[in-house]
């Protein structure tokens, strides 16, 4: 089992940046594909990156070419940059660990992204 601590949102104009982290703890970080998945009011929740433990990423159409994804294994942390965020980016995002079938989540955290 894994438990997961996202960190990083807050408040930002839009084009605006912000760095989202995620702490893992709890099991043998390096070989669950991380990701990224957010939810805004009155919508489901959607993925909007994913890492594998070999690194390979996906991204949402929306996000490509603004957000990156990245992990460092040593310090059991996922991370999601994001540049140029959208009014629309607006969401709770959350941290996923995915295994064998397994989903385990993060608390999530809030991005408003305004004026």
């Known amino acids: 089992q894994v438990q997961l601590v996202e960190s990083g949102g807050g408040l930002v104009q839009p084009g605006g940046s912000l760095r989202l982290s995620c702490a893992a703890s709890g099991s043998i970080f390096s070989i669950y594909t991380m990701g990224w998945y957010r939810q805004a009011p009155g919508k489901q929740r959607e993925l909007v990156a994913a890492i594998s433990s070999s690194g390979s990423t996906n991204y949402a159409d929306s996000v490509k070419g603004r957000f990156t994804i990245s992990r460092d294994n040593a310090k059991n942390t996922v991370y999601l940059q994001m540049n140029s965020l959208k009014p629309e980016d607006t969401a709770v995002y959350y941290c996923?660990?995915?295994?064998?079938?397994?989903?385990?989540w993060g608390q999530g955290t809030q991005v408003t992204v305004s004026s």
């Open positions: 996923n660990a995915y295994l064998m079938r397994r989903d385990y």
